[in-house]
């Protein structure tokens, strides 16, 4: 069961500490409101998370897979979803550490984003199919799985989020703020275009 454990923690490491939807605004947010602002936008990323972790351990992310229109629909919400985070990011005023809090992505914006991140579910179904951890029963196995998903998940995307704020101090003019903010804007869209059409 160690080794097992073992390869799903680096492979799952891998999968969920790649540049994604949800590192990338992460990093983001990190970089435009601070770390300590972002705290309830990481949460509701976690949360999103674990629930996307239960959909397919129980099944349900087959689900869009048999159904094209289905599928199109969810596409489409999650693209539109995506384009909005990316747009509150990249419209960010600057030294937003300072002012408003108006601009900052909330624990809901966190929660939505990885509840429609199509990364999260191939993740998942990837790791699930061909690293569940050997245990007594199937429950136990898929508890075991998901357990360490989510813990490899909560490592990575914190240090996503605090590399942004580590990042911070280099982007202290109202110009290097918007390219920075803009080009991870672009990336986060961009790593949504390949999740669902590569």
């Excluded at 994604?20 to 409101?33: H, I, N, V």
């Excluded at 705290?39 to 159904?67: D, K, R, W």
């Excluded at 809090?101 to 999260?120: E, M, Q, R, T």
């Excluded at 569940?132 to 357990?147: R, Y």
Aim: hydrophobic share 60%; net charge positive; charged share 5%.
């Amino acid at each position: 069961m160690f080794e097992a454990i073992v390869t799903l923690t680096i492979t799952a490491t891998l999968l969920l500490g790649s540049p994604g939807p949800a590192p990338l605004a992460l990093a983001a947010s990190g970089a435009t409101f601070g770390v300590r602002k972002s705290l309830p936008f990481l949460a509701g990323i976690l949360l999103g998370l674990l629930s996307a972790i239960l959909v397919v351990a129980s099944g349900l992310s087959v689900m869009p897979e048999s159904n094209d229109t289905m599928r199109w629909v969810m596409q489409i919400v999650c693209s539109l979803y995506f384009l909005f985070i990316a747009y509150k990011i990249a419209s960010a005023p600057f030294n937003d550490l300072t002012s408003s809090d108006s601009h900052v992505p909330s624990f809901i914006n966190g929660f939505l984003l990885n509840l429609l991140n199509p990364k999260a579910y191939a993740a998942f179904v990837a790791l699930f199919s061909q690293l569940l951890i050997p245990a007594s029963n199937q429950w136990w196995s898929l508890f075991l799985t998901g357990a360490v998903c989510f813990v490899v998940a909560v490592f990575v995307d914190v240090v996503w989020l605090v590399l942004g704020g580590v990042m911070q101090p280099l982007f202290n003019t109202p110009l290097k703020a918007r390219v920075f903010r803009v080009v991870l804007a672009v990336l986060l869209l961009a790593s949504v275009v390949w999740a669902f059409y590569f």
